[in-house]
């Protein structure tokens, strides 16, 4: 059974930082593309960042470029979003998401739990 | 940039009933990455359909997907009570706005 499991969210001030982690468990990771999908309070979803399999590929949204850094350790089958700079628009509920596929993000079989990201003094 | 403008916003129907959500994206894109998601309140979007007509594992053939090019649609052919969510299209890193497909 596919299962990924977020950690790391919290409360933190404008400017401040936050590492969010995703482990993974159910498949064989390294073999598969990884995204970050985030969802405001009673908005819609937009994607944020992912990776390849192999994590030698990166992707970011506009809205984040800069600012998030996205990686990944297969030997731990475990997915990072490390989020600095943050501003109160990055609030948000964020999601970790399996990609069907290993290059690059396409489209997203298993999602996680979701993680709560409050910006905020 | 790909802009992926759904409708209805709000579709609102009885169980039994026929279901059917549009996707246009703008400018055109390839079938071959458009998704469907269902999503209902406190949980984690679901992949229903990838490449605009393949259901995921799981999903039953009450739904479908269909287009190609800048309209897609997805029909569920009659609604269960447990079908009443909010969908979204997708398609690489753009995903459309939603459409809430409440109990009438």
């Known amino acids: 059974e596919v299962q990924l499991l977020e950690s790391g969210g919290g409360l933190v001030q404008p400017g401040g930082s936050l590492r969010l982690s995703c482990v993974a468990s159910?498949?064989?990771?390294?073999?598969?593309?990884m995204s970050w999908v985030r969802q405001a309070p009673g908005k819609g979803l937009e994607w944020v960042s992912g990776?390849?399999?192999?994590?030698?590929?990166?992707y970011y949204a506009d809205s984040v470029k800069g600012r998030f850094t996205i990686s990944r350790d297969n030997s731990k089958n475990t997915l990072y979003l490390q989020m600095s700079s943050l501003r109160a628009e990055d609030t948000a509920v964020y999601y970790c998401?399996?990609?069907?596929?290993?290059?690059?993000?396409?489209?997203?079989?298993?999602w996680g739990q979701g993680a709560l990201v409050t910006v905020s003094s | 940039e790909i802009v992926l403008t759904q409708s209805p916003g709000t579709l609102s129907l009885s169980p039994g009933e026929r279901a059917t959500l549009f996707c246009r994206a703008s400018?055109?894109?390839?079938?071959?990455?458009l998704a469907w998601y269902q999503q209902k309140p406190g949980q984690a979007p679901r992949l229903l359909i990838f490449?605009?007509?393949f259901r995921a594992t799981g999903i039953p053939d009450r739904f479908s997907g269909s287009g190609s090019g800048t309209d897609f649609t997805l029909t569920i052919s009659r609604l269960e009570p447990e079908d009443f969510a909010v969908y979204y299209c997708?398609?690489?890193?753009?995903f459309g706005g939603g459409t809430k497909v409440e109990i009438k």
């Open positions: 998401a399996k990609d069907r596929g290993a290059a690059h993000p396409s489209d997203f079989d298993y």
């Open positions: 159910g498949f064989t990771f390294r073999s598969y593309a």
């Open positions: 990776i390849s399999g192999r994590g030698g590929s990166t």
């Open positions: 400018p055109s894109v390839s079938g071959s990455y």
């Open positions: 490449s605009a007509s």
């Open positions: 997708q398609h690489y890193r753009s």
